[in-house]
């Protein structure tokens, strides 16, 4: 499987949404970051996306990959 990552004008292919800048919770509901970016395969399909965290004043910036959910 190949991945690509997806350029600002592109979108996963339905019934997947634009997940780019929503807001990522972690399991007790509290802000950990932002979608960044979103990786789909050959057919369009969403496989990943990548939540960005940010320490203080920006410094520490972290990324995450997640896999989606079957």
């Known amino acids: 499987m190949n ?6 004008h592109q979108h996963p292919r339905p019934p997947h ?5 929503k807001t990522v919770f972690d ?3 509290r802000n950990t970051g932002q979608v960044a970016n979103l990786y789909v395969d050959d057919d369009w399909d969403l496989q990943f996306m990548d939540a960005v965290t940010s320490g203080f004043l920006g410094f520490g910036k972290k990324h995450w990959l997640w896999a989606r959910s079957p």
Not at 3 to 8: A, G, K, N, S
């Open 27 to 29: 399991s007790g509901s």
């Open 3 to 8: 991945l690509i990552r997806l350029e600002h």
């Open 17 to 21: 949404q634009e997940l780019r800048q």
